[in-house]
């Protein structure tokens, strides 16, 4: 998928038909009856790094899920679902639409609205390209500092032991995603929110996805998260740490 239809998707922009057909490049082939070589680059697309999605016929489902997990063992391709894909992206501090930021046409509120670079998306801004509508107001608005900036949280699991520990129960945290806003303090002000957060098993750490005042978005910040245990509210410490949270070299291309 190119740029022209990725950034207008992650601001929620309605797409055309059109749009789709003239800027999404197609994998075209089909499978033989035969023992000929397929016609679809199977290896190619098990070690692709974006998502794919199959249309096709019933009667090619399996045939083609077969074809695709032999391709993809070299490169330890596993079939996962949307649960686990939700802590992946958390875990690879990548925000959804609706849930970590709101896009300007789904704003009920002015308070929901954000700057790309508000909901860490400034990625998808090419201000030294084409002129387009807003890019005066985004420049202008690159050279200060945010108002709102999205950042990631490590909470204390330490202290959500303690508070587990405190009502007689053994600490329980959940093995999906949470996308549950919860109120981010700083010495009794409340200064920011989280919007996705989980457990990540391949980092044994309680992390989160939070949009907080620019002023305490710096890594290594000490912030505090509301944490509720027995239906009683808490407060655990959390620290400002660098997005995304796992990013190994050997997942780089």
Same mark, same amino acid.
């Given at each position: 998928?190119?740029?022209?239809?990725?950034?207008?998707?992650?601001?929620?922009?309605?797409?055309?038909?059109?749009?789709?057909?003239?800027?999404?490049?197609?994998? #075209? /082939?089909?499978?033989?009856?035969? +023992?000929? $070589?397929?016609?679809?680059?199977?290896?190619?697309?098990?070690?692709?790094?974006?998502?794919?999605?199959?249309?096709? /016929?019933? $009667?090619?489902? #399996?045939?083609?899920?077969?074809?695709?997990? !032999?391709?993809?063992?070299p490169h330890r391709l596993l079939p996962v679902g949307l649960d686990a894909l939700d802590i992946v992206r958390i875990e690879a501090g990548l925000v959804l639409?609706?849930?970590?930021?709101?896009?300007?046409?789904?704003?009920?509120?002015?308070?929901? +609205?954000?700057?790309?670079?508000?909901?860490?998306?400034?990625?998808?801004?090419?201000?030294?390209?084409?002129?387009?509508? /807003?890019?005066?107001?985004?420049?202008?608005?690159?050279?200060?500092?945010?108002?709102?900036?999205?950042?990631?949280?490590?909470?204390?699991?330490?202290?959500?032991? +303690?508070?587990?520990?405190?009502?007689?129960?053994?600490?329980?945290?959940?093995?999906?995603?949470?996308?549950?806003?919860?109120?981010?303090?700083?010495?009794?002000?409340?200064?920011?929110?989280?919007?996705?957060?989980?457990?990540?098993?391949?980092? +044994?750490?309680?992390?989160?996805?939070? #949009?907080? !005042?620019?002023?305490?978005?710096?890594? /290594? #910040?000490?912030?505090?998260?509301?944490?509720?245990?027995?239906?009683?509210?808490?407060?655990?410490?959390?620290?400002?740490?660098?997005?995304?949270?796992?990013?190994?070299?050997?997942?780089?291309?």
């Amino acid at each position: 998928i190119t740029s022209a239809i990725a950034a207008p998707a992650y601001a929620g922009i309605p797409l055309s038909h059109r749009d789709f057909t003239s800027t999404i490049g197609v994998v #075209t /082939g089909h499978e033989r009856p035969d +023992k000929e $070589k397929s016609a679809i680059d199977w290896e190619g697309l098990a070690r692709s790094m974006v998502t794919l999605v199959f249309l096709m /016929g019933v $009667k090619n489902l #399996t045939s083609i899920c077969r074809n695709l997990m !032999e391709a993809g063992k070299p490169h330890r391709l596993l079939p996962v679902g949307l649960d686990a894909l939700d802590i992946v992206r958390i875990e690879a501090g990548l925000v959804l639409q609706g849930v970590d930021y709101y896009s300007a046409p789904t704003c009920l509120i002015e308070s929901r +609205k954000s700057s790309p670079f508000e909901a860490g998306i400034g990625f998808a801004v090419d201000l030294d390209g084409r002129s387009f509508v /807003g890019g005066e107001a985004l420049e202008a608005e690159s050279r200060l500092p945010l108002k709102w900036k999205l950042v990631g949280l490590e909470l204390s699991l330490p202290d959500i032991e +303690k508070l587990y520990s405190s009502v007689g129960l053994p600490p329980v945290l959940p093995i999906e995603a949470c996308r549950t806003s919860r109120p981010v303090h700083q010495r009794g002000r409340q200064v920011g929110y989280i919007t996705s957060s989980t457990f990540s098993p391949i980092l +044994k750490s309680a992390i989160a996805l939070a #949009t907080v !005042e620019g002023s305490v978005g710096e890594p /290594g #910040t000490g912030l505090e998260v509301e944490f509720t245990i027995e239906h009683v509210h808490h407060r655990i410490p959390a620290t400002v740490v660098e997005r995304p949270f796992f990013d190994p070299p050997r997942k780089r291309s």
